[in-house]
């Protein structure tokens, strides 16, 4: 059974880091494309960053370089490092997978979960200027 499990959201000031976590079950992190989500209030689900099979990583202009997807294979666990956080980080966080081990439209993550199969129940991240 395929499980996703976020993990690591909280308050934090901006200028702060966070990391958020996703364990999964049920395939490794190197079997198929992983990518994390956010929804803020009254705003469309908006792809953050993505990681292949082969660990290629893309990433949204609104994060690039501030926040860092990688994956521990030992854990069978994706992460999401956020640095320098702004008040537009706020929103709740998922993590999904593909059935795919390359990202296919790795932002499109709806409606009906778009290019991903498989998704995590979501953590909050409230950031506070």
């Known amino acids: 059974q395929v499980r996703l499990v976020e993990s690591g959201g909280g308050s934090g000031q901006a200028g702060g880091s966070l990391r958020l976590s996703c364990v999964v079950s049920?395939?490794?992190?190197?079997?198929?494309?992983l990518g994390w989500f956010r929804q803020a209030p009254g705003k469309e689900r908006e792809g953050v960053a993505a990681?292949?099979?082969?660990?290629?990583?893309v990433y949204s202009d609104s994060v690039k370089g501030r926040f860092t997807i990688s994956k521990d294979n030992a854990k069978n666990t994706m992460y999401l490092q956020m640095s320098r956080l702004s008040p537009d980080d706020t929103a709740m966080y998922y993590c999904?997978?593909?059935?795919?081990?390359?990202?296919?439209?790795?932002?499109?993550?709806?409606?009906?979960?778009?290019?991903?199969?498989?998704w995590g129940q979501g953590t909050q991240v409230t950031v506070s200027s």
């Open positions: 990681t292949g099979r082969d660990g290629s990583t």
């Open positions: 049920g395939f490794t992190v190197n079997t198929y494309c």
């Open positions: 999904a997978a593909q059935r795919t081990s390359y990202c296919y439209q790795w932002s499109n993550g709806g409606p009906n979960g778009g290019a991903y199969k498989y």
